[in-house]
Nanobody, 126 residues
């Protein structure tokens, strides 16, 4: 069982930046290490949770949703215990609760991840 804790959310004006942090702890089964990913999702009020970005803990391979490509960057520290989401040029439509999730999957669907943090609120005003 992995434990995840997000921080770094807040309120900014459009065009501003925030860096979200996800602290990851727990033990990954050896058979899963090759495909274990930590992902970021966001959920706007009244909408479904949507994929933002993910990073593979084994080799730093990243994937970003088209909506954030060029504005958001997912990264991690060398030990893999902390995953970051640098968000630049924020837009009002980025507003929502941001969650980090972990799982032995390369899927971008929320249902594929079985470990979740509690989320952190991001509010972007125009």
């Amino acid at each position: 069982q992995m434990r995840l804790q997000e921080s770094g959310g807040g309120s900014v004006q459009a065009g501003g930046s925030l860096r979200l942090i996800c602290k990851v702890s727990g033990r990954i089964r050896s058979a899963q290490r090759g495909i274990y990913n930590v992902a970021w999702f966001r959920q706007a009020p009244g909408k479904e949770r949507e994929f933002v970005a993910r990073i593979m803990l084994n080799d730093d391979t990243t994937y970003h949703a088209d909506a954030v490509l060029g504005r958001f960057t997912v990264s991690k520290d060398s030990g893999g215990g902390t995953v970051y989401l640098q968000m630049n040029n924020l837009k009002p439509e980025d507003t929502g609760v941001f969650y980090c999730a972990a799982g032995a999957t390369v899927d971008n669907a929320a249902r594929a991840y079985d470990n979740w943090g509690a989320g952190t609120q991001v509010t972007v005003s125009s």
